[in-house]
C-alpha cells in the first residue's frame, strides 16, 4: 500500500523530538496537539521510559489517531495522485467508518452520473463534531469556510465565526476517474447490477486487491495518460470495458457506450 | 482550451456559470465541482423539466424546458397547453439560444463620454434614471412589446405613478386591421380566432397561417387533423389566394395567383356567388361595395371562371372557412379586405362555429401603430426627454421611413431594456438589461382561457434585472414607494395568480380552461369600408410584397445562429436577403440567381441577389422581412456587439410609413423599379434544384388512387411498397417488398423504424431546428452554406411535382441547377423530409475500412464517431446523402459565448475530421431502455420520441418498434401509401414515407 | 504483341557502332559524376516544392480538412485522384521489366532501369495519398489490422481496405526487383568509384563478384520475381478500381472498370517513361543505349492501350445508355454535357484521340512529337480519374444535394508536391545508379558481335 508507512513530518512531530532525545532523558516531549498527543503515546509505548508530557486539553481520544493520519496522508505530496483542495480521505471514511459508497454518493443508481456529495452533505456530519476538529484539521477549516463559515486565528486556536451563506462556494475538486468524452457510461445499470465499486475504481483483477476504501490519497486514472503512472489501479480502457460486458453478457453493441 | 467542452459541462454539477476548467495541453486537470447544496428536485445526470411559455411570438406555446444539472439544454412543447400540445416551432426551440448568447449584456451600462458603453451598478444607474425621469415626468415614455398581463400592469402602474407621458406597445405585427374589421362588421373589437380542426374546405386569402400566423403550430396541427386521408371525402382541401407560393400556398390544393392586395375583392365575389348558391341575405356584402365575380377577376388578375368555382365550392362545402389575409397583404385597405373575409365567413356561417370570437382577455396589452407614429412625432418635436424601450427594436422594425432613428437623436436620455445587443439598444444612453424568457418570472395570456406562466429555470448568468423589478425600483428610488405595489414583481406574480393554485399551476405551465365560444354575432351593415386595391406607393412596374420570414419573424430572430443556418422551408436560401422574381421576368431581364438588383421604392433602394421562381406572379417582386441588421454576432457579419455590415438587407427600409384605415400597420405599400447592378453574389442555396426526375423521392399519389381499392396489403410491420409498384408513375417504383424486420438480429425484440407523412409535412421545419438543438450539430455560417458544408442530419427537401428528365443542366444556371420548376397557379409541391433511413442494407457500412459505421443489433445504422478515421467513403456510397462530415473542429470554436454550456450531455460533440448522421436519436433510445430495464420490461410503444418527432407541429412522424406489428409505426408502415424512398436501390430502408395525397376541389 | 527475334533486334543495333564493354561502362556511368549546376539548381527547385506540400498537409492537418474543396456531396476530390494517378504511373515500369522479360522482348534491356525506377518513386508517391485524404491521419493505423486492446478488428469488405493490402505487395515487389537488378551495376560502379560512393556501392552491391554461380542465382532470381510481378501489374489497379466499381454511385458501378483502369494505368506509366527518358537520353547523349526503335515499340504500347481506354469509354456510355437507369444515364450526360464537359473533353481528347496520329511510322519515332504527346498523355489520364471521381460524385441519386467541387488552393500545392516529390527520388537515381542497365546492354552487344561474325 503506497503511503501506508510514511512518517509524519515536520518539527514538533515524535521522530524529530526523540532525534533530539536518544535515550529518553531531557525535558519531556509535550505535545501541542491532539493529533501529536496520539504520537506520543504510541511513542511511549513502544519505548518505555519516554518522558512525554501531555496537556489536558489535547488528552482527547478524538479526533481518533488514524484520522490524524489520513488528514496527513490525504495531503502528502510524495504519494501518487492530484493533490484535492481537501484532504479528504476515503480511507478513513469509507474503511474504517463504513460509510456506504452511496451515503455520498447519492444518485448513483439511479443516474449514469456518479454525482459529488454536495458541502451540505459534508456538513451534515461535520457540522455535529466537536470543535476539536477545527482546532486539528485544516481540511476541516477549509470545509467551513465552503460552507460559509470563517475563523479568527487568536494565538493558535480557530475561532469558528458564523455562517454567512453568501461566502459559501462549491469545493473543486480535482476529477480522478476520467472516462473519454466519447463514452457514454452509466452508473446505475452497473450499480443495479451489483457491480463492487472498486471493480473500477480500485482494482481487484490482482495479487494485492487496490480499493478505494484503503487509499488515503486517490491516484490520478486518466483515460490515456495512464502509462505516466505505473499504478496498480484500472486502466478505464476499452478492452477491458469489453472483457468484463462479455463475462457478464452485457451488451457488446458499439452504440451502447458510443453515441 | 480554455473552453468548457461537452464533459466538463457534465462535471460542473451545478456550480455558477463560467466556472471553467482550466486543462492545460499535457496533463489535463479536469475539476469536480459539486452543488453547495444540492437541490431535491436534482440528481446530476437526470435532466429536471420545467413547465414555462414560449416568448418568441405572440401564440403564446406552451414550454418544457429540459434542464441538465440547473441548465436549460433543450426546449419542447408542453403537452398539457392547448395552443401546441406539446409541439414546437424551429423559431420556439432556437428560443433557448438568447439565454447563452454571446451578444448578451454583462450588466448595467451607461454611454460614456465618448459614446462607448461602460458598465456601472445597478443602483447607480436606476438612480440615474430616477433623476432623468425626475427631471421631467411628462416627457417619458415606454415604449414596448407585449410583456404579458401581469408585467404590463406593473409598467402601467410604473407609467401612472411616475406621471409618464405614456405607454407604447408596439408589435409591428399586431393584427390591428383584423380587429377593427370585427370592430366595424359586429360592433365589438375582437381578434376572432380561426380553427380547422374539422373544416373540409379552407380558403386561405393570403394570412400565411403556416408560415407567420397568429399561431402557427396550432393551425399546423389543425390543418394536419383536418387532412387525414381517412376523414370523410378524403380530407380537407386547401385553397391559397395570394401573389407568392409561399409556405401556406405550397401546402395547398390549389394556388389562386391574385394580385397582392386584392385578396378582399376575390373574398368578396367569392362570397357573392357563395350566397347565390345556397341563397342568403347579401345586403351585409354589399355595405363593402358590390364587386360580381367578373370585375374582381378583372382586379385581381385571375380569371372569372376560378371565382366562380371558388365560390361553389365554398357553398358546397359542409364546413368551409376563410382566412383573412395575414401581414404580407396588409394595405391601406387591409380592414375592408379582412372585413370582406370575415363576411364570407358569416355568409357561410362559419363565425361562431369555426371562426370564434371570443372576448380578448382582460388587460391584453393592444399595439397601435398610430400610437407609434405619434410617440415619433412627439420625438420630433422634442417633447421626449426619456424614452424606455422593451422587448422591441422598433428602429430595425419601424418603417425607416417613420423617421424614428432621427427622432431618437431628439430624444435626450434614451434607455433599452433589452438583454442582448440590437439596433435600438445600440442606440441608448442607458442599458437596463432585462432576464432572458429562460430566466424570468412571467406570465402571458394567448387568448381568454389560458393563462400560461413563465418560471426561471436557471439562476441569470449574468447581472441582469426584470423589467418589471427594474421599474419597481425605479419608482421606489423616485420616492414614489406608495404609489407602486410592494414587493418584487414575483410576488406581484403570486397575487396576479391567487385565484388560481399556483404551485399546480407551475408544475402544468399554467391554468387551461378554454372558453367555449359565444354565439355569432349578426353583422351591421353600417361598416362604412370600400374594398379596393391597395393604392401602392410610388412608379415602377413591381409591387413590392415584404412578408416576415417564416424563421426570422419581425426580425428578431435573425440573431440565433440556428433561424440563420437552416433555409428559409419555400426558397431554401440561408443566411442572406434575396428578392423574388418571376422566372419570365428573369428570362427577360436576363437574370440568373444571384445576379445582385437594385430594388428602388418611393421610400429608398437596397442591393440584393435575386433569385428567380416560377411561383410568384411576373407583376412581383418579394423581399422577406428579417434580415438586414447591422448589430449582433449572427444577425450582422460584425463578429461582437460592434457595429458592422449589414446581412442581408432590411425590405423595411423599401416601406413608406402607411397606416390602414384604422391606423393599423400597412406593409403592402409601395411599387418598386428593379434594375440589374451587374454584381454576382453566390446564394446559399441549400437544395440544388426541385426537380425530382421522377426519382422515388417526395411521391404524391391522386386522392383517387388512395381511395380506391385494390392497392391496400394487410400484413405487418414493414411489408410494404410491392404492390404499390404500378401506382406510382416513376421508373424507381418499388421493384420487391421485403422485410423490414428482418433486418435486426433474430434476437433483438426491436427493429426501430420510422413513417413520415407527407401528406402532413408542411416543411416548417421544426425537426430540422429540434435535430440541431438535440444533437449538437453546429452551424457553419453564410460562408460554409454556400459551400454546401451544412451539417444538419435532416433536411427537408422540396419537390415540385413528378419533375422531369433533362441530361444538360441549362447553361444559364451556372453550376448549379437552381430551384425553378414551380409554375404560376400550380401547387404540386412535396416537402420530404431526409434523414438517415437506417437501412437494413446499408450501402455505407461494409465500405468503412474501420467498421466505424455498423448495422446494430436493434437494426439501427451506428455511427461510431470515435472510430471513424475520415475516409469518407460511407457518404460516397450512401444514395440519401445523409452522413455530414466534420471539416473544421467545430467542438472547439463552433460554440462562442456560453452557448456550450447548453450542449446536450449525452450527446458526444463530434470532433475534427469524422462523419456523423442521424441515429434515430439513439440516446433517447438508451434512455427510455432504463426506465424498461429497471422494470424488466421491453420498451413499450410510444416510450421513444425522437427529437423530429417531438417538434412536429403536425405530427407527421412517426416512430417506434417494427417488430411490434402492434406499434403504431408499423401500422403506419401498412398504409397503402408507403413507400421507401428510392426503393429501386434495395437498401431495405427503415423508414416508410407515406405520399402525399394530391386532391382536387370540387365545385 | 510477339516480341521480334533477338536477331531482329541486333540487326536494328547494328545502325550504331559496335559498343565495347568498355565504352559501355563509360558511357553510362558517365551519368553518374559530376553533378553541374542546372542539376543542383532543378533538385533544389523539387525540393522546395515538396517543402511547400509538407508545409500544407501540416495546415491543413491542423485546421482540417475544410482547407481542402470538399463540399456536401463530394467528398473524394483531387487527394484521390492523385493516388489513382500515381498508382496507374506505376505499372509501366514492372510490365516493361517483368512481363517483357518473360516474352523475351530484349528491346526492352535499355530502358527498364528506367522504367523500374519510375515504377518505384510513382508508387511510393502514391501510397502517400490514402493518408493524405482521411479527415484523421493521426488515426490511419485504424486500417491496420493488428491485434489491440480494444479487441477491434478491420473490415475485410471494405475495398479500401483492399487497397491497403495491393498497394503494399506492389511496393515491395516493385522495390526488391529494382534492387535485384541494380545489384550487377552497382558492383561495376563499385568498382570505379572512390569515397562515399564506394562505400555505398560497396554495402549495396551485397559483395558480387560477377562469378557464374552469382550470375546464375541473379537470373533465376530475376526471372521468379518476374514470375510473381506479372500479375500485380493486372491486380493491383483492378483493386484500385474496385474503389469504384462496388460502390453504388452511378457512373462508378460498373463491370468494365478493372480491365479499364488497368489499360489506361499501362498507357499513362508508358506515356510516363517516354517523358522521363526523351530528356535524360538527350541530357545525357545515351542515344547509342536508348534507341528510336525503343521509342517505336513503346509507341506501339501507347497506341493499343489507347485504343482499348478509347473503346473502354465508349462502352461507358453505350451501357449507361442500354442500361435504361435513368440516374445511369444522366451521370453519364453531365459528364459530357453537365458542369465538368471541359475535363471530361481533355480526357477524351488526350487519351483516346490524340494518341491514334501514332498509326504513321514517322510520329512514333519523332521524339519532339512524342514527348508532347507523352505530356499530354499524363494530363488526360489525370483527368480521367478527375471526370470518374468528381462527375460521378456531383451528380447522384438524390438531385435536392446534387453539388459542384472546385479543388482548393491546398490540394493544388499537395498536387505539385506530388509531382516534385516524385521528380526529387528520380533526380537523385540518376546521379547515384546507372540509368541504363548495363549488364543488360551488354547482353545485346554481345548477341549483335556474334551475328556480326556470322554475316
Known sequence: MVGASIALPEAGSAESAEAEHPNGDGPALVAGSICEAHELRALAAERPGTRIEIPPQYNKP?????????????????????????PFSHKHHAGEYEIPCQYCHSGTDRSQAAGVPSVETCMGCHGQLALDYDQEFEGIRILKEHWGHSYVNDNGTWKLQPRDESKAKPIQWVQVHRLPEHVQFRHNRHVKRGLDCNQCHGNLRQEAPVKVEDLDKLYLVPDTLWWKYGLPTQKLEMGWCIKCHRENEASQDCLTCHY | MSELDRRDFLKLVGASAGAAAAVGCSDPVEKLIPYVVQPEEITPGIPVIYASTCRECPAGCGLHVRTREGRPVKLEGNPEHPVNQGTLCARGQSGIGRTYHPDRFAGPMRRGPGGELEPLAWDEALSLLAEKIQANPSGTYVLGGDVGPTAGSVVDRFVTATGAGGRVVYDPFAPEALRESTRALFGQARVPRFDLSDADLVVDFGSDFLDVGPAPTEHARQLAQARDVHNENGGVRLVHVGPRLSMTASNADEWIPAKPGSEGLVALAAAHVALRERGGDASALRSLGHVTPADAAARAGVDAATIERLGRALAAAKRPVALPPGVAGWSRRAVASAAAVLLLNHALGAVGRDVHLEREPAGRARASHREALRLVEAMNSGAVSVLIVHDADPLYSLPAASGFGKALEKVDFVVSTASMVDETAARADLILPDHTPLESWGDAEPRVGVRSLLQPTIRPLFDTRALADTLLDTGRAMGLGGQLPSGSFRTLLEQAWSGSDFRNALARGGEFRPQASGSAPVPSASAMLQVAEPMLEGEGDFALVAYPHSLLYDGRGANLPWLQEIPDPVTKVAWQSWVEVSQATADKMGLKAGDVLAVETSAGRVEVPVLPRGGIRDDVVAIAIGQGHSRGHYASLAGDGQPGETRGVSVLALLPSVTDESGGRAFLTARARVTKTGGFQRLPLLQSTDNKRKRMLGEALPLAVVKGEGHGDGHAGGHHGADLGPVYANEHAPIEAYDATADSHEDSPYRWGMSIDLDKCTGCSACVAACYLENNIPVVGEEGSVRARQMSWIRIERFVGEGYIEYVDAPERGRRPQPSNEVLGKTDVRNSPMLCQQCGAAPCEPVCPPIATYHNPEGLNGMIYNRCIGTRYCSNNCPYKVRRFNYFDYSQFNWPGLFNLMLNPDVTVRGQGVMEKCTFCVQRINAARQ???????????????TACQQACPSHAIGFGNLKDSGSAVSKLGDDKRGYHALHS????????YLAKVTRDVES | MTPPPAEAVAARLASAPVASDSKINRDILSVLDGASLKYWGLLGLVVLGVAQAVATLA?????????????????????????????????AGTLISAILYLFRAKWRNAI?????????????????FPLIHIGRIWKFYFMIPYPNQRG???????PLLWDLFAINTYMTISIVFFYVGLIPDIAIARDRSSGWRKVLYTILSLGWQGTSRQWKAHNRTVLHLSGLATPLVLSVHSVVSWDFAVSIVPGWHATIFAPYFVAGAIFSGFAMV???????????????????????NMSRFILLTSTIVGYAYGAEYFIAWYSGVEAERTSFFMRALGPYWISTWIMITCNAVFPQLLWFKKLRTNLPFLFVLAFLINLGMWFERYVIIITGLSREHDPAVWGTYTPSLAEMSILV?????????????????????????KELAIHENAHGGAH
Open chain 1, 62 to 86: 478524538y479526533p481518533s489517531r488514524s484520522a490524524c493520519r489520513s488528514h496527513e496522508l490525504a495531503w502528502d505530496d510524495s504519494a501518487p495522485g492530484p493533490r484535492q483542495p481537501i
Open chain 2, 931 to 945: 426506465g424498461a430495464k429497471d422494470e424488466g420490461r421491453p420498451i413499450g410503444d410510444g416510450e421513444v420520441v
Open chain 2, 985 to 992: 436501390l434495395n437498401t431495405r430502408s427503415a423508414i416508410t
Open chain 3, 59 to 91: 495546415y491543413q492537418t491542423y485546421i482540417g480538412m475544410g482547407v481542402a474543396g470538399y463540399s456536401h456531396p463530394i467528398f473524394w476530390g483531387v487527394y484521390i485522384v492523385c493516388f489513382v494517378f500515381w498508382v496507374g504511373i506505376a505499372h
Open chain 3, 112 to 128: 527498364n532501369r528506367g522504367a523500374e525506377a519510375m515504377t518505384v518513386f510513382a508508387v511510393v508517391t502514391a501510397a502517400l
Open chain 3, 152 to 158: 477491434l478488428w478491420v473490415n475485410f469488405k471494405s
Open chain 3, 274 to 296: 517516354l517523358t522521363l527518358l526523351i530528356p535524360v537520353r538527350r541530357i545525357f547523349g545515351l542515344e547509342e543505349y536508348i534507341t528510336d526503335y525503343h521509342f517505336e
Open chain 3, 417 to 441: 508536391g506530388s509531382f516534385c516529390w516524385f521528380s526529387m527520388f528520380f533526380l537523385i537515381f540518376l546521379k547515384i545508379f546507372p540509368v541504363v542497365a548495363i549488364y543488360e546492354v
